[in-house]
């Protein structure tokens, strides 16, 4: 596999550029595509590091904390389309990502794939990342949309059916993209390393339903959980 220089990155930076030209062109919110990407750089540095240090633990609790704290920062950026509710709804989007991605984590770990040690940090990890970062973006989205429909006057149940389809759409996109449209990450690395097409193949279907099912749970949760939380909301202004 070929390895990346720094200065090889440079050059992927170009339509980076391009796009914050035009940002910055059409007066758009540049800072924030500014502040992302610096974010994203200095976060995969670092845990670039992390990563190495993690790999070579034989250490159960430091992967579990480091769940832990994974888990702790998916909820709080899921509610970040809710704004003011954000403390309000943090346990209970913890509580969804916790329950939807943890059932779903520890099928894939201990059933499908069989890790031994049970917590192999390898997999462990990288598998819990894609399962949270998923479960994170439908929360965000059937939050988003729940608010939205239930400020147009639509009662609860209609609203959060709405926002339980809105949540999925991402993920059944890619569904229907996988395969056709794109490689997706774990297939091209997997195969960049050198490992079967075929084998790659099996492992991208356990992740697409991995993903497919710990978002539809962690969603489905967390609507449940957040009913009372908005008819509690929404009362006043009915009154």
Known sequence: MHTLSLYDLLFAFIPVGIVLAVMIYQSLQYKTALYALARMLLQLLVIGYFLIYLFESKNSFVVLATLSVMLAAASWIALRTVGEQRKALYLKALLSIGLGGGITLLLITQVVIGLDPWYQPSYMIPLAGMIFANAMTAISLASERLNAELTNGLEYKLASIRAYEAALIPVI?????????????MMTGQILSGVSPLIAARYQIMVMAMIFGASGLAVLIFLKLSK????????PDAN
């Open 173 to 185: 996109n890619g569904l229907f993209a996988v395969g056709l449209v794109s490689l997706p990450g």
């Open 228 to 235: 009372q939380h908005f008819n509690i909301k929404k009362s």
